[in-house]
Structures are given as C-alpha cells and as structure tokens.
C-alpha cells in the first residue's frame, strides 16, 4: 500500500518530470512530505502566479510539459492568470492543486475554491480526482492531453482524503492513454495538400504567414526548406519570432498592429496566404475585412476550430504542422515564379527599414539592439508585456526558435520574470534575458526572492521610463495625451534588487548601455539593469484599432 | 440565420453539461432549447442542443464542441431527416363544467393526455414538434394556463443511420 501523494510522485516521476514550481499549503502537505526527499526537484517561487508563468516558461523554452503546484484556494486561484496564459498561447503545463477534503467538497470550507470550476474557460481540460486509485490514469492522461494536438494547460485538484488515501502497490499503469472523444488529427488530407501545392505553383505573389504553431510542432527546419525552396517570402506571428532566421532574406519579420512596413505591405498584396500554425488574431489582422484582400488562403493548422473562424479560407488543411510540411515538401514538383515579387518585397525592406532617433539620448530600441549584438542569438531572451515586448520583437534578431518567450494572446505584464526563471530551469545551458518594462517587472517583482536563493542566473534588463508606456503611448495618440494614471513614481530597482542580495546596475547614459549588458551576462548570479530611458518613446509603426494593417502611423512615407 | 438541432453524444461524467453549456456562453452561442439524458451506451449520454445561427456559426460551435475532451461526437441532424420531439406538462384553469369540456375537446384533437384532473385545473400532457406545443398553448390561453413546463427538444434520424462514437 502506497499513499495517493506517493502514486502522484511516481506518475510524475513516470511522465519524466524533473522540475516542479511551487508553494506548500495546508492541503498540499501530504503531496510537499513526498517532495521532501523525492528526486524530482522543487522550486519555491514568492507567488503562485510566477508558478504557472515558470512552468509555462519552462515549457516554451524546452518543449516539454511544464508543472506547476499550488495549494487550494487562493494558492489555486492565483495561478488561473498564468494558466489562462498558457492557454491563449497553446502552451503544455500540467497545473496540479490541493483540495479540500472530498467530504467538505462544496461546503465552502477554508480555503475551498472550485477551482476546476473556476479554470474551465482556460484549461484545455481538467479533473477533479475523488479517488486515489484514480490518480495514475488521471496523471497519464493529464500530460498526453496538455502535451498533444494543440497543446494547452490540464488541470488536476488532488483533495487532501485523496492524497493521503492509499492504493495498492503493483496496479498496472495503462502503456497507452486512450480517450475516445480526442483524437488529433496529425496527418494533412493529401488532396488538399495537392491543392495547396496547385495554388503556390501558380502565384505570382505568394507569401507564407507563419505563427506560434511553428514553434509548438518543432516544424522550422521543414519551414525554411519549404519557403527557400518555393521562394516564399515569409512573415511570422509575434509567437512565431525565431521560426525563421530574423536576417534570413525571405523573412519580412513580424507583421499586425507594429508588424513591419514591408510584411503589413506585402500581406496586402499578395495574391497567396499560406497560413501556417497561426490563428488570425486581431492583433494581426486589423480590419479584418481588409486583411489580405488579393489572396487566396491556404491555413494550415491542428485545430479544425482555428479553421474558417476570422477568414475564409479557400484551402483548409488540418494536421501538424510539421507532418503537414514534410508532405508538402515530399509532393512539391513545382515552385512559381517568384522572382518579380521578391524583388518588389527586397524593395520596401530596403526603402522601410525599421528606424528610431539615433542621437546620444538613452534610447530603448538601442538597448534591445546592443542585446542582439551581443547574444547574437545564442541566449533566450523573454520579455514582459507593452512597449518593452514590442521593441524586443521589432529590434531583437531572432535565430532559432524556443529562443523567443512572450506572452503573446494574452497580453500578461509581470509573465517574463517568473517566466525567464521557468526557462532557465529547462535551458540551463543558455543565457537568459528578461527584457522588462518598469510597470510589469513590478508586477512580479517578489521574484527576486527566487532567484536570490537558487543563484537562477537570470538577467533582467528594465526599459524604465517611468510609464506604463503602452498605455501612455495610446494616451498620446488617441487620448489627447491625458496621461490618466500612467505614471509610476521613480524607483530605484538596483536598490530593491541588493536587497534581495542581487547584483544591479543603474544606466543613464547611451554610452554605458553594452558594458552593463556584458557585465550582467559576465556576471554568475541574477543580474538588474535598470536603464532609464527616454521616457516618451513609442512603439512604431502602428497601426491603429480597427485600421487596415496597411494604414501605418509613425512610418516613413511610401 | 435558422435553428439547427444538434445531437451531441458525451462521456456520462460529472461535470459535462457545464463544460458545454459555458463554452456556448463564453463563445456568445445561444441555446435555444437543451436536453440531456442517458442513452443506448452505458457511458455515455446524449445531449440534444437546438441552436440559431448562420452556417458559419453553426460550424464555429460544432468544432468548439467537439473539442471538448468529454465530448465524443457531434452531429447536425437538421441537414438530414429527422424526428423531433419536444413534451410538455400545462396546467390550466378548468373551474367550470363548459370550459372543462372544451379543454377536454382540444386536448382530444392535439392528442394531449389528462395526467391529472383537481377541483379547479387540468394537467395536459402533449408530445410535438415545437409549433405544435406552441399552437396548443396559444388554444389553452384563454382558460388560463396555471403553470406550464417543456422539456427541450429530443430528436434522433429517421432510417437505419445512427449518430454513434465513430471513433
């Protein structure tokens, strides 16, 4: 006989989970003695929120499904933030929680939540376990649905009874999880395949918009072949940064509301949208009615619902992305002629380049620029929500993919840090950079707890403008610059961060901006770089709500 | 924008109807009429839902419905042929010998059954499609309807063909 938290431990252990974040409370007890001295290993954030976010950023960086813990209640309730998160970005974390008794269960008892109630909106399914014999087929199912089909957080609330319920030792665990209403579909319909490849021999202004999918389905080797192959100029998503080599010549960078002038262009005139693990999220497509008018569209994705959701689509293909690629690559025969609308899309890149004000103020772009210089890359570089995510976007060169770590649907300030510290956890090996903005760093500031006390190398780089600048900037340009509570007081980060007995570094000056970067990243420990930058700095180009994405404001002139 | 009547099979588990019903709320769906209840399987229950939309939303809600983890099929039985049933329990005011005989004369022609016969009311139980109950309700009015209960509507193909787990 073994107790439920011990058959948990085991499963976990089965499912190759060698990092938890998390926090102890009253009903998770039985769960944290089994911890106590299992090979799995545990980390203790300041905020159940940073669990999720560490676990969804450990997940980003490695592929792998990210675990959280938390107890009942509140403990549950503060992690529905960081599992909505990695919800709306189709991210795998198997979020466990404490319970209340199964006796007390709706007795509104202390620290009773319903939080399989709660989380149902932002969970791609969940369970409340009732009996401890069900554990290890709840735990088994949980991984193999957060990590297959389209990827998304699972849910499982372990009241206490069942933790400390026992099980007989020896219970066969199923090899193989079967559920017979999900059943992905992985494998494109080759028809429509052939379809598909029909259309791109015949554009003349192809263009492939490639998104987060990308990423989740580990499909960039096959993307690249594909668009170098065919020669597709390519776009990506904000989730689908890194997909493509930032500096490779087909790729047009990012496109939507602060998309490129010549990916915005180049998606208003191509005659093909070969849309590729993406979903058409406003944020990309601005006026919807006015998003890619001249194309047909061929969307590529694993959930059939994405399919014919925002756009019509003239060829749907349902499947993993990467099968999908492999089988397009396999039956390709012939390319279209490119060549005309590769030189017109070389054209704008070389008439609209992206650009900023390059006297000797403190400016934020240059900043992330002076990061991509020196990362060149080879780093994992997160950021947190607003004017600081956009700019790591725009100026940031990308090179690989899982190397990019934002969170992108649903917009959470304060994810980066805790995130960053997830990733760190799964890529040991690399540095990792959370580009930060003053507001949202504040917004999970305890976690400089965390990092003190494991030394998590973690560099954050803080674009302080003494604004919640995304905000401001939309007050500028559309609130008659009536700031209305967007200003933060000064705050002296390097300080706070020596509290916690991190090292930081304050930057007023251009000049100062790469030794400091090389000097946190020289540094062993968690490093603060507190960069005062000019404070009225926008994120352009943009394109305003409701615009086409055409309609730039803040962009060189055609 | 028309009524498609959806048959949905599920896992016979806590819990399904609300995941259901909140992904309808949440994604801005209307049901019109629900109902769901055990079926020919032992696990499983069927859940019959009638919903108004273009086509477009129709699929929209057909595909979020299925990706539901408990939800095992979903079939649109409105593009094919169909029976549909829907039942009702109304309890009307019959305090006089005249209006009793009336009531009794119009529950005849719709086939409606007296469940239940007090002092001053009636209890008629009618089985239909949805104009049907609608147009017994709109006859007994004028008695005065004291409460009147409908349970969504039920429908299965006609023929042979079944909506079963194909999976």
């Known amino acids: ?558 | 924008m028309k009524s498609h009547t959806l048959s949905v099979l599920v896992e016979n588990r806590a819990g399904v109807l609300s995941r259901v019903a909140g992904m309808f709320s949440r994604r801005g769906f209307n049901i019109e009429s629900l109902a769901v209840g055990p079926c020919e399987e032992p696990n499983m229950s069927r859940i019959t839902i009638v919903v108004n939309g273009d086509d477009g939303v129709v699929e929209q809600v057909m595909k979020q419905t299925n990706k539901l983890i408990d939800v095992i099929k979903v079939s649109d039985l409105t593009k094919r042929e169909s029976v549909e049933r829907e039942l009702a329990l109304i309890k009307v005011a019959a305090e006089t010998g005249p209006s009793r005989a009336e009531i009794l004369q119009i529950a005849d022609i719709f086939r409606a059954q007296v469940v239940d016969v007090g002092s001053k009311t009636l209890v008629l139980q009618v089985t239909g499609d949805t104009s049907k109950i609608d147009a017994l309700e709109k006859l007994l009015r004028q008695y005065g309807i004291k409460e009147l209960v409908r349970t969504g509507k039920i429908a299965l193909l006609r023929g042979p063909k079944t909506v079963k787990s194909s999976k």
């Open chain 1, 1 to 558: 006989m073994k107790t439920g938290a011990r058959t948990l431990i085991e499963a976990l252990q089965r499912e190759g989970v060698d990092t938890i974040f998390g926090y102890p409370g009253g009903v998770v007890l039985p769960i944290y003695d089994e911890l106590y001295d299992s090979s799995i290993r545990h980390i203790l954030v300041r905020h159940e929120q940073a669990a999720a976010h560490a676990a969804d950023g450990y997940a980003r960086a490695s592929g792998r499904v990210g675990v959280c813990l938390a107890t009942s209640g509140p403990g549950a309730c503060n992690l529905v933030t960081g599992i909505a998160t990695a919800y709306m970005d189709s991210i795998p974390v198997v979020a466990l929680t404490g319970q209340v008794p199964t006796g007390l269960l709706g007795n509104d008892a202390f620290q009773e939540s319903d939080i399989t109630g709660i989380t149902m909106p932002v969970t791609k399914h969940n369970y409340l376990v009732k009996d401890a014999g069900d554990i290890d087929r709840v735990v088994q199912e949980a991984f193999y649905v957060a990590r297959t089909g389209r990827p998304g957080p699972v849910l499982v609330d372990l009241p206490k009874d069942v933790s400390t319920g026992v099980v007989q030792e020896g219970r066969p665990v199923p090899e193989k999880v079967s559920l017979r209403g999900y059943q992905p579909t992985y494998q494109g319909h080759v028809r429509q395949i052939d379809k598909a490849l029909d259309l791109i021999a015949g554009a003349a202004r192809p263009l492939v918009y490639a998104g987060g999918g990308v990423i989740l389905s580990g499909a960039s080797a096959e993307l690249l072949e594909f668009v170098e192959t065919a020669a597709i100029p390519v776009t990506t998503t904000l989730m689908g940064l890194g997909a493509v080599p930032g500096d490779h010549p087909l790729n047009l960078g990012m496109l939507g509301m602060h998309g490129t002038q010549s990916a915005n262009y180049a998606v208003t005139e191509c005659d093909l949208l070969i849309a590729v693990g993406v979903r058409f999220d406003d944020r990309v497509t601005g006026k919807i009615e006015t998003f890619a008018p001249n194309a047909a569209v061929i969307h590529i994705d694993i959930d059939p619902a994405e399919i014919g959701k925002n756009k019509a689509v003239d060829v749907p293909i349902v499947g993993d992305v990467k099968a999908v690629l492999q089988t397009f690559l396999r039956r390709m025969q012939k390319r279209g002629d490119t060549a005309n609308w590769v030189a017109r899309i070389n054209a704008w890149k070389a008439q609209y380049p992206l650009g900023y004000c390059e006297d000797d103020h403190l400016r934020p772009q240059y900043v992330v620029e002076q990061l991509s210089d020196i990362l060149k890359g080879e780093g994992i570089v997160v950021s947190e929500v607003g004017q600081n995510q956009m700019w790591t976007a725009l100026y940031y060169c990308f090179k690989k993919p899982r190397t990019w770590i934002t969170s992108g649907g649903l917009g959470t300030m304060g994810y980066g840090f805790p995130a960053a510290i997830g990733a760190h956890y799964a890529r040991p090996d690399m540095p990792v950079v959370d580009v930060a903005g003053d507001g949202s760093f504040q917004m999970n500031i305890q976690e400089l707890g965390t990092v003190a006390q494991y030394e998590i190398p973690v560099k954050v780089v803080i674009l302080n403008n003494m604004y919640l600048g995304m905000v401001r900037q939309w007050q500028e340009l559309f609130y008659d610059r009536r700031y209305s509570y967007t200003e933060l007081p000064p705050v002296d980060f390097v300080k706070i961060a020596n509290a916690y007995g991190v090292e930081g570094l304050r930057v007023d000056e251009k000049a100062g901006v790469r030794e400091a970067i090389e000097t946190a990243l020289a540094t062993d420990g968690p490093f603060v770089l507190d960069f005062r930058v000019e404070r009225e700095e926008n994120v352009f180009p943009m394109v305003p709500a409701g615009a086409a994405i055409n309609e730039m404001i803040g962009v060189r002139q055609p």
